[in-house]
Protein backbone atom coordinates (compact mmCIF):
# COMPACT_ATOMS: atom_id res chain seq x y z
CA UNK A 1 0.00 0.00 0.00
CA UNK A 2 1.57 3.02 -1.01
CA UNK A 3 -0.14 6.63 0.36
CA UNK A 4 -1.04 9.46 -1.65
CA UNK A 5 2.02 12.08 -2.22
CA UNK A 6 4.95 9.40 -1.63
CA UNK A 7 6.71 6.78 -3.63
CA UNK A 8 7.33 3.60 -1.53
CA UNK A 9 10.60 1.76 -1.47
CA UNK A 10 9.14 -0.85 -0.30
CA UNK A 11 7.24 -3.78 -2.17
CA UNK A 12 5.09 -6.05 -0.07
CA UNK A 13 3.82 -9.63 -0.93
CA UNK A 14 1.01 -11.00 0.98
CA UNK A 15 -0.65 -14.43 1.05
CA UNK A 16 -4.14 -15.01 0.09
CA UNK A 17 -4.83 -15.36 3.82
CA UNK A 18 -4.27 -11.50 4.34
CA UNK A 19 -5.93 -10.39 1.53
CA UNK A 20 -9.12 -9.24 3.60
CA UNK A 21 -6.85 -7.49 5.79
CA UNK A 22 -4.98 -5.41 3.38
CA UNK A 23 -8.62 -4.71 2.10
CA UNK A 24 -9.54 -3.56 5.45
CA UNK A 25 -6.63 -1.50 5.61
CA UNK A 26 -7.66 0.44 2.30
CA UNK A 27 -10.97 0.45 2.60
CA UNK A 28 -11.04 2.39 6.20
CA UNK A 29 -8.25 4.70 4.78
CA UNK A 30 -9.43 8.25 4.01
CA UNK A 31 -5.93 9.28 2.86
CA UNK A 32 -5.50 7.26 -0.36
CA UNK A 33 -3.28 5.42 -2.32
CA UNK A 34 -2.28 2.34 -4.24
CA UNK A 35 -2.14 -1.07 -4.21
CA UNK A 36 -0.52 -3.12 -7.04
CA UNK A 37 -2.28 -6.41 -8.51
CA UNK A 38 0.59 -8.61 -9.47
CA UNK A 39 -0.59 -11.00 -12.93
CA UNK A 40 0.90 -13.51 -15.34
CA UNK A 41 -0.84 -12.12 -18.33
CA UNK A 42 -1.97 -15.71 -19.70
CA UNK A 43 -3.28 -16.90 -16.08
CA UNK A 44 -7.18 -16.75 -16.09
CA UNK A 45 -6.54 -17.17 -12.44
CA UNK A 46 -4.96 -13.79 -11.62
CA UNK A 47 -7.40 -12.13 -13.60
CA UNK A 48 -10.25 -13.92 -11.46
CA UNK A 49 -8.74 -12.54 -8.35
CA UNK A 50 -7.81 -9.19 -9.61
CA UNK A 51 -11.67 -8.68 -10.18
CA UNK A 52 -12.63 -10.63 -6.85
CA UNK A 53 -10.59 -8.00 -4.70
CA UNK A 54 -11.65 -5.16 -6.96
CA UNK A 55 -15.34 -6.17 -5.51
CA UNK A 56 -14.66 -6.90 -2.84
CA UNK A 57 -12.47 -3.77 -1.61
CA UNK A 58 -15.69 -1.47 -3.14
CA UNK A 59 -18.20 -3.63 -1.33
CA UNK A 60 -15.90 -2.56 2.48
CA UNK A 61 -15.83 0.85 1.08
CA UNK A 62 -19.58 0.69 0.90
CA UNK A 63 -20.23 -1.40 4.32
CA UNK A 64 -17.75 1.82 5.99
CA UNK A 65 -19.67 4.61 4.48
CA UNK A 66 -16.82 7.00 5.65
CA UNK A 67 -15.96 9.83 2.76
CA UNK A 68 -13.17 7.73 0.76
CA UNK A 69 -10.90 9.06 -1.99
CA UNK A 70 -12.42 7.70 -5.10
CA UNK A 71 -11.92 4.55 -6.13
CA UNK A 72 -9.97 3.81 -9.68
CA UNK A 73 -8.64 0.51 -11.48
CA UNK A 74 -5.22 1.48 -13.53
CA UNK A 75 -4.70 -0.37 -16.74
CA UNK A 76 -0.93 -1.34 -18.24
CA UNK A 77 -2.64 -2.77 -20.79
CA UNK A 78 -4.42 0.48 -22.50
CA UNK A 79 -2.45 3.07 -23.22
CA UNK A 80 -2.95 6.51 -22.91
CA UNK A 81 -4.26 8.22 -25.87
CA UNK A 82 -7.08 6.16 -25.03
CA UNK A 83 -8.64 7.21 -21.98
CA UNK A 84 -11.33 9.20 -23.81
CA UNK A 85 -12.81 5.42 -24.96
CA UNK A 86 -12.32 4.04 -21.08
CA UNK A 87 -14.87 6.93 -20.29
CA UNK A 88 -17.14 5.80 -22.79
CA UNK A 89 -17.24 2.46 -21.61
CA UNK A 90 -17.31 3.37 -18.38
CA UNK A 91 -20.43 6.27 -18.76
CA UNK A 92 -22.18 3.31 -20.76
CA UNK A 93 -22.02 5.31 -24.15
CA UNK A 94 -20.29 2.09 -25.58
CA UNK A 95 -20.23 -1.92 -25.46
CA UNK A 96 -17.54 -3.96 -23.72
CA UNK A 97 -16.53 -5.30 -27.55
CA UNK A 98 -16.66 -1.72 -28.75
CA UNK A 99 -13.79 0.03 -26.27
CA UNK A 100 -11.83 -3.54 -27.06
CA UNK A 101 -12.14 -2.70 -30.88
CA UNK A 102 -11.58 1.24 -30.20
CA UNK A 103 -8.43 0.94 -27.81
CA UNK A 104 -6.83 -1.69 -30.12
CA UNK A 105 -6.41 -3.94 -27.98
CA UNK A 106 -5.32 -7.45 -30.01
CA UNK A 107 -2.92 -4.84 -32.00
CA UNK A 108 -1.35 -3.20 -29.32
CA UNK A 109 -1.68 -5.57 -25.74
CA UNK A 110 -2.20 -9.09 -27.80
CA UNK A 111 -2.91 -11.14 -24.67
CA UNK A 112 -6.15 -12.94 -24.53
CA UNK A 113 -9.00 -10.30 -23.74
CA UNK A 114 -11.32 -12.65 -22.22
CA UNK A 115 -9.31 -13.05 -18.93
CA UNK A 116 -9.95 -9.20 -18.53
CA UNK A 117 -13.38 -8.85 -19.10
CA UNK A 118 -14.36 -9.35 -15.93
CA UNK A 119 -12.72 -6.61 -14.27
CA UNK A 120 -14.00 -4.23 -17.28
CA UNK A 121 -17.63 -5.53 -16.61
CA UNK A 122 -17.19 -4.77 -13.00
CA UNK A 123 -16.26 -1.30 -12.70
CA UNK A 124 -18.72 -0.38 -14.85
CA UNK A 125 -21.03 -2.50 -12.71
CA UNK A 126 -19.98 -1.23 -9.50
CA UNK A 127 -20.11 2.41 -10.12
CA UNK A 128 -18.45 5.52 -9.33
CA UNK A 129 -15.22 3.24 -10.19
CA UNK A 130 -12.99 4.92 -13.10
CA UNK A 131 -10.58 3.31 -15.68
CA UNK A 132 -7.11 4.75 -16.12
CA UNK A 133 -5.13 3.90 -19.32
CA UNK A 134 -1.42 3.88 -18.19
CA UNK A 135 0.46 2.77 -20.52
CA UNK A 136 2.54 4.65 -23.32
CA UNK A 137 1.65 4.81 -26.65
CA UNK A 138 3.82 2.19 -28.71
CA UNK A 139 4.56 5.13 -30.85
CA UNK A 140 6.69 6.92 -28.89
CA UNK A 141 7.96 3.69 -26.98
CA UNK A 142 9.36 2.78 -30.13
CA UNK A 143 10.99 5.70 -30.41
CA UNK A 144 12.71 5.13 -27.04
CA UNK A 145 13.71 2.27 -28.09
CA UNK A 146 15.85 3.24 -30.98
CA UNK A 147 17.17 6.61 -29.60
CA UNK A 148 16.67 6.36 -25.90
CA UNK A 149 14.71 9.82 -24.16
CA UNK A 150 16.47 11.86 -26.52
CA UNK A 151 15.03 10.08 -29.47
CA UNK A 152 11.28 11.30 -28.09
CA UNK A 153 10.26 15.15 -29.09
CA UNK A 154 10.74 17.25 -25.95
CA UNK A 155 6.68 17.41 -26.00
CA UNK A 156 5.86 14.32 -26.31
CA UNK A 157 8.53 13.75 -23.36
CA UNK A 158 6.88 16.43 -21.22
CA UNK A 159 3.66 14.26 -21.54
CA UNK A 160 5.00 11.64 -19.35
CA UNK A 161 7.50 13.18 -17.41
CA UNK A 162 6.14 16.32 -15.56
CA UNK A 163 8.61 16.60 -12.82
CA UNK A 164 11.93 15.68 -14.31
CA UNK A 165 13.76 16.83 -11.21
CA UNK A 166 11.32 13.94 -9.41
CA UNK A 167 11.86 11.55 -12.02
CA UNK A 168 15.92 11.86 -12.28
CA UNK A 169 15.67 12.18 -8.47
CA UNK A 170 14.00 8.60 -8.51
CA UNK A 171 16.43 7.30 -10.61
CA UNK A 172 18.87 7.24 -8.17
CA UNK A 173 17.44 5.33 -5.17
CA UNK A 174 18.20 2.04 -3.82
CA UNK A 175 15.05 0.96 -4.38
CA UNK A 176 15.44 1.47 -8.39
CA UNK A 177 18.71 0.62 -8.61
CA UNK A 178 17.14 -2.73 -6.44
CA UNK A 179 14.66 -3.43 -9.24
CA UNK A 180 17.13 -2.84 -11.98
CA UNK A 181 19.14 -5.01 -10.43
CA UNK A 182 16.74 -7.88 -10.00
CA UNK A 183 14.15 -7.29 -12.86
CA UNK A 184 15.74 -5.05 -16.04
CA UNK A 185 18.73 -6.62 -16.48
CA UNK A 186 17.50 -10.40 -16.17
CA UNK A 187 15.16 -9.49 -18.91
CA UNK A 188 17.45 -7.42 -21.08
CA UNK A 189 19.72 -10.94 -20.81
CA UNK A 190 16.50 -13.08 -21.75
CA UNK A 191 15.52 -10.79 -24.73
CA UNK A 192 19.13 -11.02 -25.60
CA UNK A 193 19.35 -14.62 -26.01
CA UNK A 194 16.27 -14.79 -27.89
CA UNK A 195 17.04 -12.31 -30.36
CA UNK A 196 14.61 -10.06 -29.29
CA UNK A 197 16.46 -6.60 -28.99
CA UNK A 198 16.43 -5.99 -32.81
CA UNK A 199 12.92 -5.75 -32.84
CA UNK A 200 11.10 -2.39 -31.16
CA UNK A 201 7.37 -3.02 -29.56
CA UNK A 202 6.16 -2.46 -32.64
CA UNK A 203 7.80 -5.07 -34.38
CA UNK A 204 10.11 -2.97 -36.70
CA UNK A 205 13.40 -4.62 -37.32
CA UNK A 206 16.52 -2.19 -36.34
CA UNK A 207 19.96 -2.54 -38.01
CA UNK A 208 21.63 -3.75 -34.12
CA UNK A 209 20.55 -4.57 -31.24
CA UNK A 210 19.14 -2.40 -29.02
CA UNK A 211 21.04 -0.86 -25.68
CA UNK A 212 20.21 -2.09 -22.49
CA UNK A 213 20.41 2.21 -21.72
CA UNK A 214 17.31 2.50 -24.54
CA UNK A 215 15.91 -1.43 -23.16
CA UNK A 216 15.96 0.65 -19.37
CA UNK A 217 14.07 3.89 -20.71
CA UNK A 218 11.84 2.27 -22.53
CA UNK A 219 11.20 -0.46 -19.44
CA UNK A 220 11.07 2.37 -16.93
CA UNK A 221 7.48 3.02 -18.32
CA UNK A 222 6.17 1.04 -15.27
CA UNK A 223 7.42 4.41 -13.17
CA UNK A 224 5.33 6.50 -15.38
CA UNK A 225 2.49 4.24 -14.46
CA UNK A 226 3.32 5.16 -11.28
CA UNK A 227 3.56 8.88 -11.44
CA UNK A 228 0.00 8.81 -13.08
CA UNK A 229 -1.33 7.01 -10.45
CA UNK A 230 -0.10 9.70 -7.84
CA UNK A 231 -1.28 12.74 -9.90
CA UNK A 232 -4.61 11.19 -10.52
CA UNK A 233 -5.24 11.14 -6.86
CA UNK A 234 -3.61 14.30 -6.12
Not at 127 to 154: C, F, H, I, W
Not at 182 to 209: C, F, N, W
Request: net charge negative.
Amino acid sequence: FQGRGCISEFVFLSHPAQNMQIIETLANSQQGGAIWLGEHHNSLDDHIFQEQFIRMLHQRRQLIGQQAPPLAIGLEQVQIRFQDVLDDYINGNISLEEMRRRVEWDKRWMWDFEGYSGIFSAARELGNVRLLALNVDSEDLTLVEKGGYQGLPMEQLRKYIKDPVGFGSFAKTTSFKTYVDYVISPSYDMHQRLGLLKYTIAGEKMDEDMSFRNFLSGESRMFLCHLKIRNYFG
